[in-house]
């Protein structure tokens, strides 16, 4: 099992791994930013020890790319761009004591993914899933070793330690988390001790959030608990869409041979508690979500590659490089497709629905000319079209109004005070009601540019009235946005500073109860 690779799996390796790293760098060169990235691009301008939304490494990661290679999109992409290459040295390290060949087979079939080839786009998952799948890859060393000894105790601090970055990252560490804590629980109680060592080294990473939650305003709480799943219902189509997810993710020649030999898959699972645990539990955990939300193609990314090292162990070879052959062609459909669109211009998408969305894109700097005067304040109507003219422009650019629950980074950023009496322009999609701007300002004016065939609309206003922000748009933020439990503490809160001088805005509204 632990004879050397043959020449065929190694170049197989190689070229799966470098033809893939060089398409995705091909797409993190030519792919214009997208919204999210633009709005992740100033955590990394203005990094921080959280953000609104989630935790802090992202921002981190993004910042360090920004300071190492410049202040370009490719740059902040470079994490995405190297992180299917780290993984499949993560595995290796994890399962190749066990089995070298399968786990060559398994890292190949990872590589083979659509998603592996195609993603070249930086995201809070981009750190997670690294961090969490090297503190897989940690414990599962840790559980290889017979004895607890000083290098087992050290592999459970050290999964620790990951799984605590990984918390640092996203939000989503939790499952894997709990899904130790399962296998720890069920199968390994004699391990105490190890489970120990892992929690305390994981330990850090909550206490630094939970102190910068503190200091603003439970902003990742408010965000990932009350705002964004207000209104959730239960619906079939969520579930539906859950196992169409896991069906694409795996490739559907995946799906198929893991069914056909379910047998093996089975009972490989049976013999091999902790892999089975790291699959099941996450699993499991998403689908009840699914049952009331709808769960992100990303979400389940973070213990994703297990399910190759699963069914490269269970299955006979020759029933792997049948899969893997499946697997190709799935991914050369996505190629072409990736190739015929590349073959385009702009002018060939006029007839589709996110056209306008498309043109803001790729011609985001002649449109931005066309809107730009002296001595202006330039804002947005929502998140993603501010993010991405500022991230043109290097200057951060507010979101006028109240927008969503989506990226509220505005909230503990700007200080509308500041342009008390000064002249904006809100760029937008749609013709504006001129009437819905008139109380924040002397003057209102509509400006009319067209790009590439797209109207963009400009609503210049005269002397802003700040206090008249405040005590209308600002309040419903408030009320809607910030109205923190009163049983959680706090040392701080950068919206209500801002805008009341208080900790929490008793002016405003009371506190939720």
């Avoid at 498309?358 to 109507?381: C, F, K």
């Amino acid at each position: 099992m632990n004879a050397p690779l043959s020449p065929s799996l190694i170049r197989l390796l190689l070229w799966t791994g470098v033809l893939s790293l060089l398409v995705r760098t091909w797409i993190g060169v030519t792919f214009p930013i997208t919204g999210d990235e633009a709005y992740f691009y100033w955590w990394g301008v203005y990094p921080d020890w959280g953000y609104y939304d989630h935790p802090p490494m992202a921002g981190w990661a993004i910042a360090a790319m920004l300071t190492l290679f410049g202040d370009t999109t490719f740059a902040m992409r470079i994490p995405a761009l190297l992180l299917p290459t780290a993984l499949g040295a993560a595995l290796w390290w994890g399962f190749s004591n066990v089995d070298r060949e399968k786990t060559a087979w398994a890292i190949v079939l990872f590589w083979l993914t659509p998603i592996n080839w195609l993603n070249a786009l930086i995201t809070t998952d981009t750190p997670l899933i690294f961090w969490s799948v090297l503190s897989i890859c940690a414990l599962v060393r840790a559980e290889q070793r017979a004895h607890q000894d000083r290098n087992t105790y050290a592999l459970h601090a050290l999964s620790g330690l990951f799984l605590g970055l990984a918390f640092l990252s996203k939000y989503f560490a939790v499952v894997i988390g709990f899904a130790y804590f399962v296998y720890f629980m069920a199968f390994r109680r004699e391990r105490w001790l190890g489970l120990a060592l892992l929690v305390l080294a994981a330990t850090p990473g909550p206490l630094v959030n939970l102190w910068w939650n503190m200091g603003h305003g439970w902003a990742n709480i408010m965000f990932n608990v009350y705002n964004r799943n207000q209104g959730e219902v239960f619906a079939w189509h969520k579930p539906a869409l859950y196992l169409l997810t896991w069906v694409y993710l795996l490739t559907p020649g995946f799906v198929w041979f893991a069914w056909k030999e379910r047998t093996a898959m089975v009972a490989f699972a049976r013999q091999h508690k902790l892999l089975a645990t790291l699959i099941v539990v996450p699993l499991a955990f998403f689908a009840l979500i699914a049952v009331k939300k709808v769960v992100g193609l990303h979400w389940v990314l973070n213990f994703y590659p297990l399910f190759f090292v699963w069914l490269a162990f269970a299955l006979p070879l020759a029933q792997v490089k049948r899969t893997s052959q499946w697997m190709a062609v799935f991914l050369g459909v996505h190629l072409v497709a990736v190739a015929a669109m590349y073959s385009t211009q702009l002018a060939d998408w006029k007839s589709v629905k996110i056209y306008p969305e498309i043109v803001r894109s790729y011609r985001t700097q002649e449109l931005l000319a066309q809107v730009q005067a002296p001595n202006t304040v330039l804002m947005a109507t929502s998140y993603t079209p501010a993010s991405i003219y500022g991230q043109t422009l290097k200057t951060y650019v507010p979101v006028f109004g109240t927008g969503s629950f989506h990226a509220r980074q505005d909230d503990l950023l700007v200080n509308f005070a500041d342009f008390d009496g000064k002249t904006v322009r809100i760029i937008g999609f749609s013709q504006p009601n001129l009437d819905a701007y008139r109380a924040y300002f002397d003057s209102v004016s509509l400006i009319t540019v067209s790009q590439d065939g797209v109207p963009f609309y400009a609503v210049e206003g005269k002397n802003f009235k700040w206090t008249v922000y405040r005590d209308t748009v600002l309040k419903d933020i408030f009320q809607t946005r910030h109205r923190i439990p009163s049983w959680l503490p706090m040392t701080g809160c950068p919206f209500c500073q801002h805008y009341c001088g208080e900790v929490r805005c008793s002016n405003l509204s009371d506190s939720a109860d």
